[in-house]
């Protein structure tokens, strides 16, 4: 609840289906209700006007007017938590990856098969990220709100010296992290130690998350397949439907492992799986960053790297779009510095280079 009251939800969708089903779940719920519908975003202007809601859900294919503008335009006057609801498809995920960019806090997929059944068997994760989107922190990303001038060019990053050559990066990140992933790896240079990335999301969007990045990044990235040799100046990105973690190969270096083994925090992905690989594998060669994200996956993690050599860092709760999993790796003493986002890649590198002392917070 927020402050003693329900949580006040519109639901946008044109199908009267998925209305009625995102309704029920909703209203069965004690600390949320919906207070608004609406078949398409002209009628929801009104509606959310009237109602004020703290959460939307949205979908993303949407008459009369494009969903990517109507999201665009809340978030410029009346910044708003919003929930996209996406078909798992190449398209719907591209769609719904740029409603994120644009401010969306998270994505909820939407069944192929058996619609009534599959929304219901997602009751308890819709109304999760519900709850979390209640708690987050919105609004339009910088880099979309039209300047009257350019933003000067930046300077040509320095040459860092890699004084930790064979250190290995490790991430996690949930609600939010998407576009806090974009900052963090789009400022790295392309000679970086290799990164390993946990981002939540649902399975047929880590690989157009993947390329998008890709095209951001000076680093190459991928989503990650099982096996691969794990390089500097490359970002693995876990994909939707299996853990991610590291092992020896035969000839002694790293390579990538997946499998489709239980959830864990509820999650698959889980960064904690993640997370133990570094601690049991590399010590004090890992590095940990933890950003944006609702829930405690990568705490406990974290703190095992911690107490076997790494160095970590985690997002501040100031630029957090929900200061949970950070927020819960700080609690447990599991990392070394608190960051603002825009200076975790800055402070990242310089321990790389040997300019940052491993101090505590």
């Known amino acids: 609840m927020i402050q003693g009251r329900k949580i006040r939800v519109a639901v946008v969708d044109d199908s009267t289906l998925i209305r009625e089903l995102l309704g029920k779940i909703i209203n069965e719920q004690p600390d949320m209700e919906v207070v608004a519908y609406a078949p398409d975003p002209v009628a929801a202007r009104e509606r959310i006007r009237e109602s004020n809601p703290d959460v939307i859900t949205l979908d993303v294919e949407m008459p009369r007017m494009d969903g990517l503008e109507f999201l665009r335009r809340l978030m410029s006057l009346r910044p708003t938590p919003v929930l996209m609801i996406s078909s798992l498809t190449a398209a719907g995920s591209d769609t719904a990856l740029r409603a994120l960019e644009l401010g969306a806090v998270d994505c909820i997929a939407k069944p192929q098969l058996d619609i009534s059944r599959g929304m219901l068997d997602y009751a308890e994760m819709i109304c999760d990220k519900i ?47 998407t576009e806090a992933l974009r900052e963090f790896l789009s400022a790295l240079p392309a000679d970086t130690p290799p990164v390993l990335v946990v981002q939540h999301m649902p399975e047929n969007f880590t690989l157009s998350f993947a390329r998008r990045l890709d095209q951001s990044c000076a680093m190459t990235v991928c989503e990650a397949s099982h096996g691969q040799p794990v390089l500097a100046g490359n970002v693995y990105i876990a994909p939707g439907h299996s853990h991610l973690s590291l092992r020896r190969a035969a000839n002694g270096s790293l390579e990538t492992v997946l499998d489709q083994n239980e959830p864990v925090n509820r999650h698959r992905p889980a960064v904690d799986v993640l997370f133990d690989s570094a601690a049991n594998l590399l010590g004090k060669r890992a590095v940990g960053v933890i950003l944006t994200g609702m829930g405690k996956d990568g705490a406990a993690g974290m703190l095992r790297m911690r107490e076997a050599g790494a160095y970590n860092i985690g997002q501040d709760q100031a630029s957090c779009v929900v200061y949970g999993m950070p927020r819960a790796a700080y609690e447990i003493g599991a990392v070394h510095e608190v960051v603002p986002l825009g200076q975790i890649a800055e402070r990242l590198l310089a321990y790389l280079a040997g300019k940052s002392t491993r101090e505590s917070v």
Do not use: H, N, Q, Y
């Open 131 to 177: 709850r979390g989107a209640a708690e987050a922190r919105v609004r339009l990303p910088a880099r979309f709100i039209p300047r009257d001038t350019p933003p000067p060019a930046a300077p040509p990053p320095a040459k860092l010296v890699w004084l930790r050559r064979d250190a290995v990066i490790v991430v996690g990140a949930s609600t939010g992290g």
